[in-house]
């Protein structure tokens, strides 16, 4: 079907140069989107797979813990694209206080990402609806610490931003003036809340993100935010129980493709060709969720078999293996803070769950001594 522009361009005089701000129409696309059967069966597809995600959450030793680690593992990847260092070790390392092994900042952006996430679903379950007044909360949450503080965290822009080259004149693309993005975000506000009408969930998602990126209402981290909206449209549209869909690594690894359908879908209106890789996203990244959590279910029932047999040693070390659980980098002191165990009975099951294959030291530190839950951070690194 061809469409024209999905929106209009608007001269920016202030500039001195011969510079155009891109003005988005409402949603839904109009004409409506052409469900080619390539792209209904995809989008099929994609469902299913979802609904697999969410079932396999139920098999999880436990889902919270893991939910955990998956979370923070999104916001490494994410954080990734915006140009930071920062691995999941290093997260984890940063929240036990220990020293990093990348510059604080880059580790404090990741975990400002985590924060941000938890805010924005705990608002959601607590009935606070998917809003620009939450979008605010969570922007200023996640710009709190790091290289994004100066950029008005929880505010609107008011001035113009431009993506890629150093001025409007040469950039890839212009969002709309600042004086035109309260109005641009009232419209996608609407969209959200089924105004002026209802939209499937999945495909409600896909439309928003583009939206809020071409708007990109924000001086600062517009990416970040805009990955977590799909997130969050899915969980309080119940069509997942638990944040377990993060699209940011299928993104980073096709991210010029990515780009280049975002600005087809301004410049010619083709929403089915970004439909249609957001839907093969969706599967590929649901799919590996569901190979994860079942990989970890093994993981964990296997281990708990191997720690039966420890006799004696058998309960503390079980304890151990539920912190592990929880926190998969940890130190032997926060181990004994959290199961109430003495240190050295900490150290004998630490012994015991190395040589089962369970822990790997990472430090010969006499004090302070890190170990990792070796294959949970395999499998979630893989």
């Known amino acids: 079907m061809k469409r024209s522009p999905q929106g209009y361009y608007l001269p920016i005089p202030s500039t001195g140069e011969k510079a155009k701000a891109f003005i988005p129409a409402p949603l839904p696309p109009e004409p409506p989107v052409e469900w080619s059967p390539e792209l209904l069966t995809a989008f099929d597809s994609a469902l299913v797979t979802l609904g697999r995600l969410d079932s396999a959450s ?4 436990s889902t919270p813990l893991f939910l955990y680690m998956y979370v923070r593992k999104e916001a490494v990847f994410s954080s990734m694209i915006e140009g930071t260092q920062s ?3 290093d997260l984890l390392l940063y929240e036990i206080d220990q020293e990093p092994g990348v510059p604080l900042a880059d580790v404090r952006e990741v975990s400002n990402y985590v924060a941000a996430l938890e805010h924005g679903l705990k608002r959601l379950a607590e009935g606070f609806p998917l809003s620009l007044r939450l979008m605010r909360e969570m922007h200023s949450i996640l710009l709190a610490e790091g290289r994004g503080q100066h950029a008005d965290p929880g505010e609107f822009r008011r001035s113009q931003n431009w993506i890629g080259g150093t001025r409007p004149g040469n950039a890839y693309f212009v969002p709309p003036p600042a004086e035109n993005v309260l109005e641009c975000l009232g419209d996608l506000e609407k969209f959200l809340h089924d105004i002026p009408q209802a939209t499937p969930p999945l495909l409600k998602a896909a439309l928003a993100h583009v939206q809020f990126e071409t708007i990109h209402p924000f001086l600062d981290g517009n990416g970040r935010l805009g990955r977590l909206l799909i997130t969050l449209i899915l969980c309080e549209q119940s069509v997942l129980r638990e944040p377990l869909l993060y699209l940011s690594l299928y993104f980073k690894e096709h991210r010029q493709y990515y780009y280049d359908l975002l600005n087809n879908v301004r410049i010619t209106g083709d929403w089915e060709a970004w439909l249609l890789f957001f839907a093969e996203a969706v599967c590929v990244t649901a799919s590996q969720g569901v190979a994860s959590i079942n990989k970890l279910a093994n993981m964990a029932e296997a281990d708990k078999a191997g720690i039966a047999h420890l006799g004696r040693a058998a309960s503390s070390a079980a304890q151990v293996h539920a912190a592990l659980l929880e926190r998969p980098i940890v130190t032997a002191a926060w181990i004994a803070g959290k199961t ?10 630490l012994s015991n769950l190395e040589k089962l294959h369970i822990v790997r ?5 006499k004090r302070n001594r890190l170990f990792a839950y070796g294959q949970y951070m395999d499998i979630l690194n893989a």
Not at 58 to 61: D, F, H
Not at 340 to 349: E, F, W, Y
Not at 361 to 365: F, H, P
Request: a positive charge; charged letters at 15%; glycine letters at 4%.
């Open 361 to 365: 030291r990472l430090n010969d530190n």
């Open 87 to 89: 691995s999941l070790s």
């Open 58 to 61: 139920t098999m999880l030793p």
């Open 340 to 349: 109430g165990l003495s240190a050295a009975t900490v150290n004998k099951a």
